[in-house]
C-alpha cells in the first residue's frame, strides 16, 4: 500500500506564500503522475495542478497558473505545491494524490484519475 503525507499548510494572509509538501512511502510503486486537488467548504474537490513523474511536464488549472508551481524531487519521492500570491478564494483543504497507470503523455485532473490520496492540509487565507 502507498502512504501519502502532506504538509505545509497553515493560515496566512493574502498575497503571501506557501509550500506544500506530499511524501510518498509504503509498497514501492512507480508513479505515472502526481497531482494537488483542493475542496473548500461546500464545494467538490477540484483539481489544481498535475505533473508527469518521469519527466515533469506539468499542467494547472486556470485561477492557479502564474501563482503555483508544481515540482517534484524523484529521489525523495515528494512532490511540492509553491503557491505564491495567495488570494482568500484559495482557502481550501489541498490533497495530493498519485496515479500509478495511464498514458505517460496525458495529463490527469479528474478526482477518479488517481488512486491513492493523502489526508489533506488545511490552507486558510485570511483577506
Known amino acids: 500500500q502507498v502512504q501519502l503525507g502532506e504538509s505545509g499548510g497553515g493560515l496566512v494572509q493574502a498575497g503571501d506564500s506557501l509550500r506544500l509538501s506530499c511524501a510518498a512511502s509504503?509498497?514501492?510503486?512507480?508513479?505515472?503522475?502526481m497531482g494537488w486537488f483542493r475542496e473548500a467548504p461546500g464545494k467538490e474537490r477540484e483539481f489544481v495542478s498535475t505533473?508527469?513523474?518521469?519527466?515533469?511536464?506539468?499542467h494547472y488549472a486556470d485561477d492557479v497558473k502564474g501563482r503555483f508551481t508544481i515540482s517534484r524531487d524523484n529521489a525523495k519521492n515528494t512532490v511540492y505545491l509553491q503557491m505564491n500570491s495567495l488570494k482568500p478564494e484559495d482557502t481550501a483543504v489541498y490533497y495530493c494524490?498519485?496515479?500509478?497507470?495511464?498514458?505517460?503523455?496525458?495529463?490527469?485532473?479528474?478526482?477518479?484519475?488517481?488512486?491513492?490520496w493523502g489526508q489533506g492540509t488545511q490552507v486558510t487565507v485570511s483577506s
Open positions: 505533473i508527469r513523474w518521469s519527466e515533469g511536464s506539468t
Open positions: 494524490a498519485m496515479k500509478s497507470d495511464g498514458s505517460r503523455y496525458a495529463f490527469y485532473t479528474g478526482t477518479r484519475d488517481y488512486e491513492y
Open positions: 509504503g509498497r514501492t510503486i512507480s508513479a505515472n503522475a
